[in-house]
């Protein structure tokens, strides 16, 4: 729990964030606009005070409302992770700017949140499927995602009824639990 | 349903392999017979008028057929060796030590599909590996094995077999080609350019033991090398019989030189597309090649059949003439040879191994030994006796000996990138062969009385 | 192609069990010549199973996409220059360290580009893992790197703790690390013994297989499984230390240190092997950087990062090892890396042994796992770099999002830059000393 660190991200990013820097166990947390990503890496990076120079990870988050990619950094000058949840992309047409140009590595992650969600990182090169296969239809992790819907729409078809053409469904409760789901933050 | 179908249908399996087999071999029998008879003596008439001829046709087809079981010794070997080498077994299951594992493998790989890939030039992918395997074949022709068992004694033998050497990269290079493969491509392409640019080192290593014995004639080397081991142009040549040594491992593409079927990279190089009794061509022709490169090492640098030291008695058994106990005499000695020496074997077996060895298992074991000291006894008496077999036997060890090095390199050494060992070959080689070459013919001209032959 | 019909053979006098039968299929079939069906003769020519010499077209066999290129980089790959050619170090390859396809852009024998393809061995373990509970995370994750299955779960158990705030019992932390530090010992010598496999060296991997099989048997007497062993759990780990475990822990630790040093001298000190490795596949420390690399490798390139150290997590903090990091960067300088890290794994199970501490190896949790909604992110230094688990909770006893983030992912994107430019033999030298799972690179 970095104290020193909050002060610093608050200097130096304040008009970007979305919300309080939300600190827990050894990570620190902010939230910031898609559009931000950028200007919000590029601070991170170049900054002598700041310093996060590692790119943890790269992920995409589907919240059910909508859409977020979190980029986990690490750097020298502190003891917390830092997190980063670029919040508020739609759900139907998700876009966010590419952190390919500080981070090469990012290419890949991206192409994979891509893959999982659906996710279009404008200024990525090399936007395409890297699990899938490159005619997939779908986006797998999304909380809207049931196989044979998907089934039904690959060119493999699927030969039982359970994976013939099927509406699909809407995500209220787990049919399979019952469990209401929390709204996630 | 006639006649002969009720009759053959209704017969067991053991019925039919009689029924066709008895008739067979009496007709086979009858002819043999009459083939003999009347053809028998004109023909031997003919054998003895043309003795070259006879000769040089029982010596290749000994050649021929002494490739295979060659080969199947070298891959049993291999196997062996290596496992040992990796601190694990090989193969133990079948046959005694695992030794017939080359014969099934051989069997194995007659009994496969015979089938070319789409898009390949049959033609030349079925020639490719006769192509290999005769260069192969061929080059065993020149071998001295022991003084008299040699294939052809060529005054340009050496030669001969250099070039019987560049045959294999024709082999290669269609097999490389015709396969509708990049993976063969590039293995063709490159054992192409690995033998080639070996070639070169490879026959200017030995222009300095040609010039000490005075001849390319392999049988001319050998005796030049006669008389005690210091006598072996190892010592007199060892630059030349290190860079033979080296560039011998690039001509038949073994480890560190594998380049060509670098199965880690290029999957099997030039022989990704084959299977079946081609791959078994392929595969054959590289082990005789291993015994080929060992031979000549031997031949050339350690003495080929001459002896480390001069035998010190020429013993002949002519006391005990063969023929003078007839041949029930001989019929007698062996039966009772074998019964009692099995008995006493198996007997020595059951006392030994407890009473794991079963009766029949014991008789077997003793049978087994008995062979193995009977061939024992023949072989040391010929050994004493003849020359030719001594030869021979001096002359399969060396090889041996030289046949397990290589072996134990491919165990021991990673493969060396492509153009490293091109590099190595005509920035290294090269002028140390060169070196050797203007070294040897300097002494020569010095050490000679009265100037150069 | 199933086989033409043939009559029944006519048989002798059976017992009248069959004789009905018999003469039921004997009449149809008296005096029925040998018939083929048309149908079965000649297939269909949409039968996939028969294969026609068609006219060989020149983009039958060409890795090229049958489907229009999409992007840049793309496009930008699959243009063949002059003399240039597709090979596809496929899938099926003898050296690839699992379903790897590389698609390589040769002139001759240089590569000029290369493009991976992945997603042979993709489980879609993250959405599993949403469908699981909490515990049956653990047994998911296992296989993502096979070769360290332990390394696996410890992240996701540490996100989970985090999550739900539960205390790790130390006992337990010191038995994390310590079997944890004998499977990195064990991955390691297996590296080794592939990386040599890939050059040509027959003998290294059977060396290398002779330690990791009595490490694994080690571990299998500790956890009850010889590969994945699903022994972390939320609070601790699964069963305490037994005597067969410290038996055979004690046996080998006698002899582990000169075994390493003999094993590794098989190959550093070979000529062939140096020769092969030093200077090919150079990544300096900025492009190390950037590619987000992580572990032996970034630590090879002059980035001293190693997780252990840079964010402290169960009980390195009290353990004393050094960091071994070298400045080439290049294959050998990585080799040579994961060598020394044998050696300081062998000084932290040392201090294991040592300062052993006496207590429970697992933490009171309620049966049904239901953490707080929110979020967490745990890493750990595997053998390959550092492993990632985000995880976000919803309040169920699922976790909503399971985040992997594997290190030999991005460890090959590395490759796109270090191949260009050599050759074809160095693929394997390169992608080897990467040490690459496919399980953990496509999940």
Redesign the interface.
């Known amino acids: 729990m970095d104290r020193s660190l909050r002060s610093r991200l608050e200097a130096r990013l304040g008009e970007y964030l979305r919300a309080p820097v939300y600190q ?4 620190t ?1 902010i939230r910031i606009d898609p559009g931000a990503v950028p200007d919000v890496l590029r601070l991170l990076h170049d900054s002598v005070d700041l310093r996060f ?5 790269l ?1 995409g ?3 059910g409302e909508v859409m977020q990619v ?1 980029y ?1 950094l ?1 750097s ?1 000058m502190s ?1 917390d ?1 830092l ?1 980063i949840v670029a919040d508020g992309l739609s759900r139907e047409d998700p876009r966010a700017p590419s952190a390919t140009f ?8 991206e192409r ?1 949140a891509y893959d ?1 969600f659906g996710i279009v990182f404008e200024g990525n ?11 997939y239809t779908s986006f ?2 999304r909380k809207d ?1 049931l196989l044979p819907d998907d089934a039904a729409r690959s060119p493999g078809g699927g030969v039982r009824h359970v994976e013939r053409t099927h509406a699909p469904a809407t995500l209220a409760d ?1 049919p ?2 019952g ?1 209401r ?5 | ?1 006639s006649f002969a179908t ?1 009759t053959w ?2 017969m067991s399996s053991r019925a039919r392999l009689l029924a066709i087999f008895i008739p067979v071999a009496i007709a086979a029998a009858v002819v043999t017979v009459g083939a003999l008879v009347l053809l028998g003596p004109p023909f031997l008439d003919f054998l003895g008028a043309n003795m070259p001829l006879v000769r040089f046709v029982v010596a290749a087809v000994a050649i021929l057929l002494l490739t295979v079981p060659t080969a199947f010794v070298l891959i049993y070997l291999e196997l062996k060796v ?1 496992a040992r ?4 077994v090989g193969p133990n299951r079948i046959g005694p030590w695992g030794a017939a594992m080359s014969v099934i493998h051989g069997l194995k790989v007659l009994s496969k599909e015979d089938f070319a890939p ?2 390949t030039d049959v033609t030349v992918f079925t020639l490719a590996p006769v192509v290999t395997y005769m260069a192969s074949v061929m080059s065993l022709l020149v071998i001295p094995f022991a003084p008299g068992l040699f294939g052809q004694d060529f005054n340009i033998g050496l030669l001969f077999f250099f070039s019987m050497g560049g045959l294999t990269v024709v082999g290669l290079l269609m097999a490389g080609w015709s396969s ?1 493969n ?2 063969s491509l ?1 293995g063709g392409l ?1 054992s192409a350019a690995q033998i080639i640019s070996y070639e070169i080192p490879l026959t200017l290593s030995v222009v300095g033991v040609i010039i000490l014995a005075g001849s390319m004639s392999m049988n001319r080397i050998v005796l030049a090398q006669s008389g005690s081991a210091l006598d072996w142009f190892v010592f007199k040549q060892p630059l030349a019989a290190l860079i033979f040594f080296i560039a011998a491992t690039a001509e038949a593409n073994r ?2 030189f ?2 060509t079927e ?6 099997a190089g030039f022989a990704t597309e084959y299977s079946g009794m081609r791959f078994g061509f392929f595969f054959f022709a590289e082990y005789v090649n291993v015994f080929i490169v060992s031979a000549l090492i031997a031949t050339i640098f350690f003495g080929g059949w001459t002896a480390p030291f001069n035998w010190p008695w020429a013993y002949n058994l002519n006391w005990f003439h063969p023929l003078s106990i007839g041949i029930l005499g001989w019929v007698l000695i062996v039966a009772n040879v074998v019964l009692i020496g099995t008995v006493l074997f198996a007997i020595a077996a059951r006392l030994l191994g407890g009473r794991e060895w079963g009766l029949w298992d014991a008789i077997g074991l003793g049978f087994l030994f008995l062979l193995v000291v009977v061939a024992g006894l023949v072989g040391t008496a010929g050994f004493i006796a003849f020359d030719w077999v001594a030869g021979l036997v001096w002359f399969m060890a060396k090889t041996y000996f030289f046949v397990i090095t290589f072996v134990w390199m ?11 060992l091109m590099g190595f070959a005509w920035k290294w080689l090269l002028p140390a062969s060169l070196l050797n070459l203007f070294v040897t013919a300097a002494a020569v001209i010095v050490t000679t009385p009265g100037g150069a032959r | 192609m199933p086989a033409p019909q043939r009559p029944p ?2 048989h ?1 006098a059976r017992p009248a069990a069959s004789a009905a039968s018999a003469s039921a299929a004997a009449p149809a079939s008296k005096g029925a010549k040998r018939t083929r069906r048309p149908a079965e003769r000649q297939p269909s020519l949409d039968d996939p199973r028969i ?1 026609l ?1 068609r006219q ?1 077209s020149s983009d039958l ?1 060409e890795p090229i ?1 049958p ?1 229009p290129t ?5 496009a930008e790959f699959y243009t063949l220059g002059d003399g240039e ?1 597709f ?1 596809n170090v496929g899938p099926h ?3 690839t360290h699992g379903v790897l396809r590389l698609v390589l852009k040769l002139s001759g ?1 240089q590569i000029v580009d290369v493009d991976p393809v ?2 042979y061995l ?1 489980r ?1 373990v ?2 599993i893992c ?2 699981s509970d909490y515990y049956h995370v653990i047994d998911q994750v296992d296989p993502l790197e096979y070769l360290s299955s332990l390394f696996q779960e410890w992240p996701a158990v540490l996100s989970f703790e ?1 999550l739900m705030d539960v205390q790790v019992p130390r006992r337990a932390e010191y038995i994390r690390v310590l079997s944890g530090e004998l499977l990195r010992i064990s991955s390691h010598t297996l590296y080794m013994g592939f990386l ?8 290294p991997i ?2 290398g297989f ?1 330690e990791r099989d009595e490490i694994v048997e080690m571990l299998a007497a500790l956890t009850g499984a010889r590969m994945l062993f699903n022994y972390f759990r939320i609070g601790g780990v699964n069963g305490d230390l037994n005597h067969e475990f410290m038996s055979r822990l004690g046996d080998w630790m006698s002899r582990a240190a000169r075994q390493t040093e003999a094993n590794a001298g098989l190959l550093n000190e ?1 000529e ?2 140096v ?2 490795m030093r200077g090919v596949g150079t990544l300096d420390r900025a ?1 190390a ?6 572990g032996g490798n970034l630590r090879a390139s002059g980035v001293p ?1 190693d997780v252990r150290r ?2 402290p997590y169960s009980v390195y903090p009290e353990l004393e090892f050094n960091v071994p990091t070298r400045q080439e960067g290049d294959s050998l300088a990585r080799y040579l890396i994961r060598v020394d890290e044998i050696r300081e794994s062998l000084k932290i199970i040392d201090q294991c042994l040592h300062n052993m501490p006496d207590g429970p190896v697992m933490a009171k949790l309620p049966r049904l796992l239901r953490p707080r ?5 745990g ?1 750990v230094e595997g053998p390959r770099g ?1 492993l ?1 688990v ?1 995880a ?1 909770s ?4 699922q976790p ?2 399971f ?1 992997i ?1 594997d290190p030999s ?2 460890n090959l ?2 490759v796109t ?1 270090l191949l260009p430019g050599h ?6 030298a390169v992608v080897a000393s990467l040490d690459p799972v496919m399980g953990g690179i ?2």
């Open positions: 827990r166990n050894d990570e947390e120079e590692i790119l943890a990870d992920a988050v589907d919240t979190v986990h690490w020298p003891f992770w997190r500080l981070w090469i590595g990012a290419e890949w992650l994979e999982m090169r090399d936007l395409r499927r890297i699990f899938m296969p490159p005619d797998p992790l995602f787990d399979g639990t469990i789901r929390a709204p996630v933050s | 349903m009720r249908g209704g290596i080498m990796n601190l694990r789409t898009g509708f990049k993976y590039l490159r480890t560190p594998d380049m670098a199965d880690s990279e290029i999957v491919r165990a021991t050494l990673p493969r060396v990138r492509v153009d490293q | 053979r006519p002798k294969m010499d060989i066999y996409p489907y999409r992007t840049e980089r793309e050619m090979l390859h003898p050296a024998e992945l997603g993709h879609g993250e959405k949403e469908n985090k040599a496999l890939d050059l040509g060296g027959l003998t059977l060396y002779i070979n062939i092997f020769r092969r492009a950087l950037s590619y987000g690399v992580t990062f840079a964010h909604p929110g979020r967490a992110w890493a550092m990632g985000y976000i919803d309040g169920s006893d909503f999002r985040r983030h992912f991005v994107e590395t830059a050759l074809l033999a160095d693929t394997m496509d999940k």
